[in-house]
């Protein structure tokens, strides 16, 4: 195995050798790296770099010496790779809520007097509460309809649509190049959430004509918990358009501490306070996997995997019930899949009960991330074996499945 590994030859799968660099815990199933990405070997070791010699030798040298000062531009072009965006386009940093309201806020500034946010009420709650607040500060208003109705409503009133690439809990993906163009027909702006598609499937983001765009670190790119998020501006507006929080680190020139403000001239006025070094040190470690495969294999391997959950949920989980609440259609087909079910809650316990770890989104939204990095077709099998175990059993009726528990 490690001779395979130091020497892979075409005979052996990629995505093999892509498992054997993550850590994951013996005799746990894991099937939530769409929520938080697992831990890899190179990482554990990053972390100890940075904290001990960098930061313990290093000291303030390092700002320097290890590059800290560039971090967010690195990691930035380095996700830019995964999401099509070219060199120059993208900063890693903040969360994605910070930077949905940075990014948001500088496209409605864009579009002056035009009056409506349009976005999709079905929309992951911290979206919908960024475009609430950055209309009221805007002076704008959100309208609501259905994702894939969005096209069809634009119009001179709308200054920007915001739309999550992929349905945080059916897994569906909406048509960017097709809302990208529906959005600039009606002189409006696209900015789009790629939380639950960066690093699972293409974004294509400059070819598609996406205008900013916003995702998370902690999912498929395993950055690990609170990991930084990024930001991305398509090149032709970045010198154009402002973050509306004028931090130091978006300065031309920080440390020429100057009174005025003066924005970065490229992507880096989208950054505020000091660098995340430690998280950002992780992230740009924890993306080497990515070196190993394309997006375009990833993609090819992600739906292999659903499609097998998705089969064999066909075959033996209907008869208890489940509806299967992702697209059948792969094309239309993020990189998890959802099932409802109106016992999912205690399912879902008890399959953590037995090292298989999925999450519960409510009400009744079970959800199997399928993050080809590490994920086999074996444990697809072994899911849907356990699933249907379980209801046989009707093990998941238990009274201490009745009480609800936060962070599930
Ligand atoms: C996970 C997720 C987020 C996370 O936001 P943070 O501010 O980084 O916690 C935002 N939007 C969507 C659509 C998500 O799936």
Known sequence: MAEQAAFPSPHV??????????????GIRYFDGNSLGPLSKAVQMQAYISTTHEWGDGLIRSWQGAQWNTLPQRVGDHIGRLVGAAPGQVVA??????????????????????????????????????????????????????????????????????????????AEIYDLARTAHAAHEAGALLVVDLSHSAGALPCDLDANGVDFAVGCGYKYLNGGPGAPAFLYAAARHIRECESPLAGWFGHATPFDFTESYVPAPGIERFL??????????????????????SIGAIR????????????????????????ISSPQEAARRGSHVSLRHPQGYAIMQELAQRGVIGDFRTPDFMRFGFAPLFNTLEEADELVDQIDRIMEERAWDKPQYAQRRDFT
Not at 130 to 144: F, P, W
């Open 13 to 26: 799968d990629p995505f093999e050798l892509t498992r054997a660099k993550f850590v994951l815990p013996p």
């Open 93 to 170: 940093c903040d969360s994605t809520s910070v930077n949905l309201f940075k990014a948001l806020t500088a496209a409605a500034r864009l579009r002056p007097g035009r009056r409506l946010i349009v976005t999709d009420a079905a929309s992951f709650p911290t979206d919908l509460y960024i475009a609430g607040e950055v209309a009221r500060l805007t002076g704008l208003e959100v309208l609501n309809v259905p994702a894939g109705q969005i096209p069809d409503v634009l119009g001179e009133q709308v200054a920007v649509v915001l739309l999550c690439h992929v349905d945080y809990r059916t």
């Open 300 to 323: 090819a391997r992600s739906l292999e995997l659903t499609g097998r959950f998705i089969a064999g949920t066909q075959e033996r989980l209907l008869r208890h019930g489940f509806l």
């Open 272 to 293: 505020c306070g000091t660098n995340q070094v430690l998280a950002l040190s992780i992230l740009l470690r924890a993306l080497e996997v990515f070196g190993e495969v």
